[in-house]
């Protein structure tokens, strides 16, 4: 029953913000490199949120369909890219990733000079990236369902000997695990048609380095109690002047962001209280 109430509370308080933030618009712009990228926008006034997706998903499933850019809307303006390889976007790499300077190149476009930027899972990975190369363009930087590991090998260990071990899912969140490796699936067999031999493989992700202490503006984390939360995010406790976590109850790398067709409430909760805590003064 408290489960039933809890929902039908989201989806009342998300139809608002929907009626509040408007209708969301989508636009293309092409890349450095002649790439078309595809973006939404949503909201006319406030700092910028730039949204960025995770492996496999794309802008308007991710955020737009549970709720998470319409309820930011109501104070900022967001931006959610589909990255390379992805939704809308061209794809011109076979089971392709997306590139992280791709979103640096949206901002300019609509000349975004400073944002909050959001990043779930892949997304979280070019927060990292562009925490690392571009750090003049963040107001603040969250991760969702990512974080930067330990490059110490004892450090990691510890951090993960913290992390618990993540039931069978069941019901729902059984069907969302299924669904993410079918679609993983097919994009390995799609591209193994069109290149055989070349296309099980995915690119690899370039070993990133930074220097989170020189890191000045301020950074959340938010995964699910079963999504190695402390495997993520204790270097950046021990590195970060100002960082905050936020572990939710129970969720794990698919239910924080897939299950039930919308964002659990302290997810939304979460991202809108630090964002809002932390923009500039008007």
């Known amino acids: ?86 939704g809308k ?37 070019f927060v990292a990236r562009l925490m690392a190369s571009n750090p003049d363009r963040f107001i603040s930087a969250t991760f969702g369902g990512s974080g930067i590991g330990e490059t110490d090998e004892k450090l990691r260990a510890a951090a993960a000997a913290l992390d618990p071990p993540m039931p069978e899912p069941q019901g729902a969140e059984a069907v969302a695990f299924t669904q993410l490796r079918e679609s993983s699936t097919a994009r390995t067999q799609a591209a193994a048609q069109a290149a055989p031999g070349t296309a099980a493989i995915k690119p690899p992700r370039p070993v990133l380095s930074i220097d989170l202490k020189s890191i000045q503006f301020p950074v959340l984390a938010i995964n699910g109690e079963y999504d190695r939360p402390y495997s993520k995010t204790q270097r950046l406790w021990r590195e970060l002047a100002n960082f905050q976590n936020v572990v939710i109850p129970k969720k794990n790398h698919v239910s924080a962001i897939m299950v039930g067709g919308s964002m659990p409430p302290e997810y939304i909760d979460a991202l809108n209280k630090f964002i809002d805590a932390n923009d500039p003064k008007q």
Do not use: C
């Open 1 to 86: 029953m408290r489960r039933t109430l809890a929902f039908l509370t989201l989806a009342l308080l998300l139809g608002v913000a929907n009626a509040q933030a408007g209708e969301a618009k989508h636009d293309f712009f092409t890349a450095s490199d002649g790439v078309k990228i595809h973006y939404m926008t949503l909201g006319s006034k406030g700092s910028w949120v730039v949204l960025v997706h995770g492996y496999t998903d794309n802008a308007e499933r991710m955020f737009f369909k549970t709720g998470i850019a319409y309820s930011l809307a109501r104070n900022h303006r967001v931006v959610a890219i589909d990255n390379r390889n992805h």
């Open 89 to 125: 976007s061209d794809k011109p790499e076979l089971n392709g990733l997306g590139r992280a300077e791709d979103t640096i190149e949206l901002m300019d476009h609509l000349k975004i000079g400073k944002a909050h930027i959001h990043g779930y899972s892949m997304g979280g990975g």
